[in-house]
């Protein structure tokens, strides 16, 4: 949510200074992947990326203090967005109807609609549920209790039911493509000429949050794990065909609206889909889209039907981790579970905004 619209920034020098890549992402993935589908995520990235570089109502004033970005002339239903040295307004559609998103320097605030309530996401992001070598903090165990972040496989069966909360990512990073994205500094070191381009102070919730992702793709990965951080949609292809093959199918969570915490059932069809390579990718929290990736060789993956109890259509993807030896022992999985690492196969559905690829 913190970067929901600082992918302009990025965009800025890309897009508006340079003419069309020769081969697009989307057209690259066709190009070495024509038998392989999209998933539906990765085609709504695309094509929101093509929207704003094909809307010619969209002006854009690039000034000292930041970006204003004009979409619609002043008609009703256009957005506009301004990046100052507070951070990022920004209002989109009708008077009353929109949708308006304030960055500053405790947070995030955002207020939909006439009715909407504001969301509040604090200055720093808690530790990333997956991420196996982090203890549990006090904020998980409270928040978490009541929904199925971890589960077990043998639950994974028609009938069975799980709180869950299934989201729409709200974080509208854009794909660069590959020869745009070389040009930016992605590493710790360069970390104060990144937030220079970006016109971001050390120390902002913004700067924080990036630094955190680029450490996180700079660290080594538990034992076992190949990991790789993708700046483009064209080297997280590279990167999965070096580790696969050519012959690969990508799948990701897909729901048919967002959801509040709900009861849902798993209905009948479960399947297992992965073979025993895989490569899963992590949409980070950053300007642009960057896919945290790693090679897994003891992770089961699984379709899994599932409906809620408003009607909400899921086809969510589980993956069970055979091995958890390595995890941390306080790590939430094994304190909501109550069961001891190396023991028993955990398992956990995936946002919809990761991938797993796999031998087709």
């Known amino acids: 949510m913190e970067f929901r619209l600082l992918h302009v920034l990025a965009s800025l020098t890309v897009i508006l200074a340079t003419s069309h890549a020769a081969l697009t992402p989307e057209l690259y993935w066709k190009s070495v992947l024509p038998n392989t589908q999209m998933p539906k995520f990765i085609k709504d990235m695309l094509q929101q990326q093509s929207d704003f570089m094909e809307d010619e109502s969209t002006s854009v004033d690039v000034g000292k203090g930041g970006a204003n970005v004009d979409a619609g002339k002043g008609k009703p239903g256009g957005t506009t967005v301004g990046v100052g040295k507070g951070g990022?307004?920004?209002?989109?559609?009708s008077p009353g109807k929109g949708t308006s998103v304030g960055v500053g320097k405790g947070g995030v605030a955002v207020h939909a609609g006439p009715k909407g309530k504001p969301v509040y996401?604090?200055?720093?992001p808690r530790p990333y549920d997956f991420d196996y070598r982090y203890?549990?903090?006090?904020?998980?165990?409270?928040d978490d209790r009541n929904v199925a972040v971890f589960f077990l496989e043998k639950d994974l069966k028609p009938g069975a039911t799980m709180t869950l909360h299934f989201t729409k990512t709200s974080d509208s990073a854009a794909f660069l493509p590959r020869e745009e994205a070389k040009t930016l500094p992605f590493s710790s070191g360069k970390l104060p000429d990144i937030l220079d381009h970006f016109s971001l102070k050390p120390g902002s919730?913004?700067?924080e949050i990036m630094k955190d992702t680029i450490k996180e793709c700079e660290e080594a990965g538990i034992k076992g794990e190949e990991k790789y951080c993708a700046t483009s949609l064209e080297s997280m292809i590279d990167y999965t065909k070096s580790k696969l093959g050519n012959n690969v199918?990508?799948?990701?969570?897909?729901v048919n609206k967002g959801t509040q915490v709900e009861k849902f059932t798993v209905n009948a069809g479960v399947r297992r889909v992965a073979a025993d390579e895989s490569v899963v990718c992590h949409k980070q929290n950053y300007p642009y889209a960057v896919f945290y990736c790693h090679k897994t060789q003891r992770t089961r993956f699984y379709v899994v039907p599932m409906k809620g109890a408003d009607g909400t259509e899921a086809k969510a993807i589980a993956a069970c981790h055979t091995d958890t030896s390595a995890w941390?022992?306080?790590?939430?999985?094994?304190?909501?579970l109550k069961v001891k690492p190396g023991t028993v196969p955990v398992c956990h559905f995936l946002p919809e905004d990761h991938?797993?690829?796999f031998h087709n």
């Open 355 to 357: 991938v797993v690829w």
């Open 121 to 124: 996401v604090g200055a720093k």
């Open 249 to 254: 199918k990508a799948i990701s969570t897909e």
């Open 328 to 336: 941390n022992p306080k790590h939430l999985a094994f304190q909501v």
């Open 135 to 142: 203890a549990a903090s006090e904020t998980q165990l409270r």
């Open 88 to 93: 990022v307004g920004v209002d989109t559609g």
């Open 205 to 207: 919730v913004e700067a």
